[in-house]
């Protein structure tokens, strides 16, 4: 697949690079060549020096023989534009990242395709709708479904005295087919395991089970639900204020902030929510908020060490269920392993995305996960496939790769060796950053 990507911000250059792992045919778009040089030096990724809202440079960058267009630079009327003009030029199918929730609206969806954007991004729509998942559902790190819950691939850390801990892979199989455990997260490192391995206090599991059965890993891995109700967040970001827009029938709100003109802003933007002025790193501040008091706590700052480190800080205080937004992908491991519940990472819900747009260009029904350095996707069995020409057993799969589950007939099952594949199963598949490509020739 040709792709041409219009931005090489961190989100454009993350996206260029996990692209170019799957084995892509990238093109990177920038009027800066400073920021072209970091991606082009170390990924097979071609670059260009030019303003993505010329004609002149998108005939250079030939969108008109490209299968897909993303315009992710920092502003969203240039994104608007430069889709407009791909597509009027012959890009197949456009992407364009935006920043307010009005290009989203049913209402708007026939104008915005009118004016040639196939797909919006809307990263702080994202990272919401991630954090209110996190929030209904205290006791996770990661929760992804299928068909209405019919499929849940959940992440959660195991705790010390948990019944898991210590217990081989095929011992838990053996008496618990109502499991799969897909991957391990261990000491920065995420894993595909195997029968021998055992599951170990810290670790990060990813299990897929049915929706009957979800509840059960809750014991299982020593951990205890917590009803959420009262929310603190620190930084009265753009995910802060949709947040509290799409969730406030649901949790009371409190934003702290400590740039005072933002705080007078916050009330017109988050009716709902409490307001307070000060720095939520301080622990006095946090008292006067109500710390004390507090359910869960989301840590939204544009500094990454400052909302794992609130984070912390709040656990300290009793806080059941902690959330940080941390953008720095080199952090991402070192917050899992510490005591703080959900990571939010706008670079990665980014790619997800992007992902579900490789998986199936015709479709907004795949579904994908991106992690820091795996991929958990819904893939459709097509007709005369690799992956039906047997029993799973039978059939040579990637090392890197699981499969977790699949819906056949609108009803989720656990995949077994024993398991025969059929055209028209949707297959939970959990792989290894850059496997994706690998797998996806299996299937079709």
Avoid at 150 to 164: M, S, T, Y
Avoid at 326 to 355: D, H, P, R, W, Y
Avoid at 400 to 422: D, F, V
């Amino acid at each position: 697949m040709r792709i041409v990507i219009a931005g090489a911000g961190e989100v454009g250059s993350h996206l260029a690079k996990l692209l170019s792992n799957e084995d892509q045919d990238i093109l990177l778009i920038d009027t800066d060549p400073s920021r072209l040089a970091g991606p082009d030096a170390n990924y097979n990724i071609m670059t260009l020096v030019g303003n993505p809202m010329s004609f002149a440079t998108l005939r250079e960058a030939r969108v008109n023989a490209c299968d897909l267009f993303i315009a992710v630079t920092p502003y969203e009327a240039n994104n608007i534009v430069a889709c407009s003009i791909a597509k009027t030029l012959g890009a197949r199918t456009t992407v364009a990242r935006i920043d307010h929730y009005g290009f989203m609206d049913p209402a708007n969806s026939a104008t915005v395709k009118s004016m040639g954007v196939d797909r919006l991004i809307y990263p702080e729509y994202l990272a919401a709708e991630e954090i209110i998942t996190a929030l209904n559902h205290s006791w996770i790190r990661h929760w992804f479904e299928l068909h209405g819950g019919e499929i849940i691939l959940v992440g959660v850390k195991l705790r010390d005295g948990a019944p898991l801990s210590n217990v081989q892979l095929k011992e838990f199989a053996s008496a618990n087919n109502r499991f799969h455990v897909s991957a391990i997260k261990r000491n920065h490192e995420t894993i595909i395991p195997r029968g021998d391995d055992r599951m170990e206090v810290g670790d990060i599991l990813y299990i897929t089970t049915t929706r009957d059965n979800v509840r059960e890993l809750i014991s299982l891995c020593g951990k205890v639900e917590h009803r959420i109700k009262r929310v603190l967040i620190m930084g009265g970001s753009k995910i802060a204020i949709r947040l509290a827009n799409m969730a406030q029938d649901r949790f009371k709100f409190k934003i702290i902030d400590s740039d005072d003109a933002i705080c007078h802003k916050l009330p017109t933007k988050c009716p709902e929510a409490e307001i307070f002025h000060g720095d939520a790193r301080d622990i006095d501040t946090l008292i006067e908020a109500g710390i004390e008091d507090t359910d869960a706590f989301v840590a939204l700052s544009s500094s990454s060490e400052a909302n794992i480190l609130t984070c912390l800080t709040a656990k300290e205080f009793g806080v059941k269920k902690t959330v940080a937004e941390v953008e720095n992908l080199q952090f991402i491991s070192q917050a899992e392993n510490l005591n703080i519940g959900t990571i939010i990472n706008k670079k990665l819900l980014a790619s997800s995305s992007i992902f579900q747009l490789l998986l199936d260009s015709d479709s907004s029904t795949a579904k994908c996960l991106a992690l820091s350095d795996a991929e958990v996707a819904e893939l459709d069995v097509k007709a005369g496939a690799k992956i039906t020409q047997g029993l799973i057993r039978e059939i040579k799969i990637p090392r890197q790769m699981t499969l977790a589950g699949l819906i056949r007939n609108g009803k989720g099952m656990l995949i077994s060796g024993n398991t025969q594949l059929m055209p028209g199963d949707h297959v939970l598949v959990f792989c290894l950053s850059g496997s994706l490509h690998k797998i996806e020739k299996l299937f079709n």
